[in-house]
């Protein structure tokens, strides 16, 4: 066992005014499996690159093991797999390869195949395999889900339940819940450790949030108190002086230089009473923490003329030779959400496609009225530049409402200045997701909506979904999500 000691860090990416990381201090042992989580943009990954040396901060970060980081930037792509394993680790043993491989269950045919013809799920087990044959190192693992299906992440999850000596990202609840013992949260003010799993320290959160709310509401009264205090105190000396130009009762003119003296007294009693006040107010304020913002959404989904929004009856696509799903039929009617399930590679985002009218080569019937107005959430967030405000109006969406969205999806103000292009990859998803919402349409279609999307955001979208019940068809995942959503399941 060792210590990663983290000590009065402070970092912020040149040329910006917003510091990351303020004063940061904790601990962390490497035996641990260590879950990280937090709201989008709140530095996990820059935390990351900070332990592995990528930038220059104040504080000190001190520890005794090296460390790998997860996914490994493979350049030669063309390459057989065993070769780009060879890269990545030039002293690897075999036998201890198979070993991981075989845990993975992945057949050693892919060590002899080109790495870019593996499924990402694939890419994703042989590139952690060869993260765990090194030794005495701490793996940083980033959001190794993105590109894995629901029966891959179960499986990769029991993998990783099996080892320790690791800090692993994830946004999928089930998945962290599998697998790791310790929680490390970078919350609104403070970054904390607990012992546990998510759920574990999802459940102490929910308990200190409502403690902190009555706290909060509690402070708000002294906070309020004291100003209206503040103000009374400053209005002394005022209502004194003012009197200078007064008269007493009696009709005999008031001498304006003793009254002068009093309101100078007073004045200097007033200010050091509401220094005191000032100070204690501030005190108060920032004991006002924790909270997240997780105000529900709304949205308003146009109605339809008639139930059933779509029909496919026994659809195949194919490409070129290849048949990517056979025999497909299912209907979309309105007020369902429905989930398309099934292994990667089994056509969902095909069935997505064509749905939303891209030229495909299927067989069999859609039945799709050409009045249905759709909004398409795709994976691929490489598209988005410029700010905000020229994207909605782009895109013909309300501003207010778009940047309303994203403000309880925990966007701060700040960074509706900044270009798009510059977001994290939860960040830009959630733009395609506060775009689509604030289209006026009578179907969602989301392709993998939540990639990268942080955890309380995603029950925040759950939530709404509930809440609003609009018609939507989804492949995601997450089965936290899909359990709590899906009102139908076509699995392919």
């Given at each position: 066992?060792?210590?990663i000691?983290v000590?009065?860090?402070?970092?912020a990416?040149e040329?910006?005014?917003?510091?990351?990381?303020?004063n940061?201090s904790?601990?962390?042992?490497?035996?641990?499996?260590?879950?990280?989580?937090?709201?989008?943009?709140?530095?996990?990954?820059?935390?990351?690159?900070?332990?592995?040396?990528k930038?220059?901060?104040?504080?000190?970060?001190?520890?005794k093991?090296?460390?790998?980081?997860?996914?490994?930037?493979?350049?030669?792509?063309e390459?057989?797999?065993?070769d780009?394993?060879?890269?990545?680790?030039?002293?690897?043993?075999?036998?201890?390869?198979?070993?991981?491989?075989?845990?993975?269950?992945?057949?050693?045919?892919?060590?002899?195949?080109?790495?870019?013809?593996?499924?990402?799920?694939?890419?994703?087990?042989?590139?952690?395999?060869?993260?765990?044959?090194?030794?005495?190192?701490?793996?940083?693992?980033d959001?190794?889900?993105?590109h894995?299906?629901?029966?891959?992440?179960?499986?990769?999850?029991?993998?990783?339940?099996?080892?320790?000596s690791?800090?692993?990202?994830?946004?999928?609840?089930?998945?962290?819940?599998?697998?790791?013992?310790?929680?490390?949260?970078?919350?609104?003010?403070n970054?904390?450790?607990?012992?546990?799993?998510?759920?574990?320290?999802?459940?102490?959160?929910?308990?200190?949030?409502?403690?902190?709310?009555?706290?909060?509401?509690?402070?708000?009264?002294?906070?309020?108190?004291?100003?209206?205090?503040?103000?009374?105190?400053?209005?002394?000396?005022?209502?004194?002086?003012?009197?200078?130009?007064?008269?007493?009762?009696s009709?005999?003119?008031?001498?304006?230089?003793?009254?002068?003296?009093?309101?100078?007294?007073?004045?200097?009693r007033?200010?050091?009473?509401?220094?005191?006040?000032?100070?204690?107010?501030?005190?108060?304020?920032?004991?006002?923490?924790?909270?997240?913002?997780?105000?529900s959404?709304e949205?308003?989904?146009?109605?339809?003329?008639?139930?059933?929004?779509?029909?496919?009856?026994?659809?195949?696509?194919?490409?070129?030779?290849?048949?990517?799903?056979?025999?497909?039929?299912f209907?979309?009617?309105?007020?369902?959400?429905?989930?398309?399930?099934?292994?990667n590679?089994?056509?969902?985002?095909?069935?997505?496609?064509?749905?939303?009218?891209e030229?495909?080569?299927?067989?069999?019937?859609?039945?799709?009225?050409?009045?249905?107005?759709?909004?398409?959430?795709?994976?691929?967030?490489?598209?988005?530049?410029?700010?905000?405000?020229?994207?909605?109006?782009?895109?013909?969406?309300?501003?207010?409402?778009?940047?309303?969205?994203?403000r309880?999806?925990?966007?701060?103000?700040?960074?509706f200045?900044?270009?798009?292009?510059?977001?994290?990859?939860?960040?830009?998803?959630?733009?395609?997701?506060?775009k689509?919402?604030?289209?006026?349409?009578?179907?969602?279609?989301?392709?993998?909506?939540?990639?990268?999307?942080?955890?309380?955001?995603?029950?925040?979208?759950?939530?709404?979904?509930?809440?609003?019940?609009?018609?939507?068809?989804?492949?995601?995942?997450?089965?936290?999500?899909?359990?709590?959503?899906?009102?139908?399941?076509?699995?392919?």
């Amino acid at each position: 066992m060792s210590l990663i000691n983290v000590a009065n860090l402070t970092f912020a990416y040149e040329g910006s005014y917003d510091n990351i990381f303020e004063n940061v201090s904790f601990q962390i042992d490497t035996d641990w499996k260590l879950g990280f989580t937090g709201r989008n943009g709140r530095g996990k990954t820059t935390f990351l690159s900070l332990l592995l040396g990528k930038y220059e901060y104040s504080g000190t970060i001190s520890a005794k093991v090296d460390f790998d980081y997860f996914p490994f930037s493979v350049e030669n792509k063309e390459n057989n797999t065993l070769d780009v394993i060879s890269d990545i680790y030039p002293d690897y043993i075999h036998w201890k390869l198979m070993r991981e491989l075989s845990l993975l269950k992945v057949s050693e045919d892919v060590l002899y195949r080109p790495f870019d013809s593996l499924s990402n799920g694939e890419q994703t087990k042989v590139l952690l395999a060869a993260l765990f044959i090194k030794e005495n190192s701490l793996l940083l693992i980033d959001e190794p889900t993105n590109h894995l299906d629901l029966n891959a992440r179960k499986l990769v999850s029991a993998y990783l339940n099996t080892k320790s000596s690791f800090i692993l990202v994830s946004h999928d609840r089930s998945f962290l819940d599998n697998c790791v013992d310790h929680i490390l949260s970078i919350n609104k003010t403070n970054i904390e450790i607990q012992k546990g799993n998510f759920s574990a320290w999802w459940e102490n959160k929910r308990r200190q949030d409502h403690f902190e709310l009555a706290e909060n509401e509690k402070l708000r009264r002294d906070i309020k108190r004291l100003s209206d205090s503040s103000k009374r105190t400053g209005n002394w000396s005022h209502e004194v002086e003012k009197s200078k130009n007064g008269t007493r009762n009696s009709g005999s003119k008031l001498d304006k230089g003793y009254v002068g003296h009093k309101a100078a007294k007073m004045m200097k009693r007033s200010k050091a009473i509401e220094q005191r006040q000032q100070s204690a107010i501030a005190e108060k304020s920032k004991l006002l923490k924790n909270i997240e913002n997780s105000d529900s959404l709304e949205i308003s989904q146009l109605d339809y003329h008639k139930n059933e929004l779509v029909e496919l009856e026994h659809v195949s696509i194919q490409y070129g030779e290849k048949i990517v799903c056979a025999d497909i039929s299912f209907s979309i009617e309105q007020g369902e959400r429905i989930a398309l399930s099934g292994i990667n590679g089994s056509g969902k985002s095909s069935i997505i496609k064509l749905i939303c009218g891209e030229e495909l080569d299927y067989t069999g019937t859609l039945r799709k009225d050409s009045q249905l107005t759709i909004s398409y959430v795709s994976q691929d967030t490489s598209h988005l530049q410029g700010n905000l405000t020229d994207y909605a109006r782009s895109n013909g969406i309300d501003e207010s409402l778009f940047k309303s969205i994203l403000r309880k999806l925990d966007f701060s103000r700040v960074q509706f200045e900044k270009d798009i292009s510059a977001f994290s990859g939860g960040q830009k998803k959630k733009v395609l997701i506060a775009k689509s919402l604030s289209e006026k349409v009578h179907l969602h279609i989301w392709d993998e909506p939540l990639n990268f999307i942080d955890i309380i955001s995603r029950m925040q979208i759950e939530e709404l979904l509930l809440e609003y019940t609009p018609t939507i068809l989804f492949v995601e995942h997450d089965s936290e999500f899909c359990n709590n959503i899906a009102t139908k399941i076509i699995q392919l």
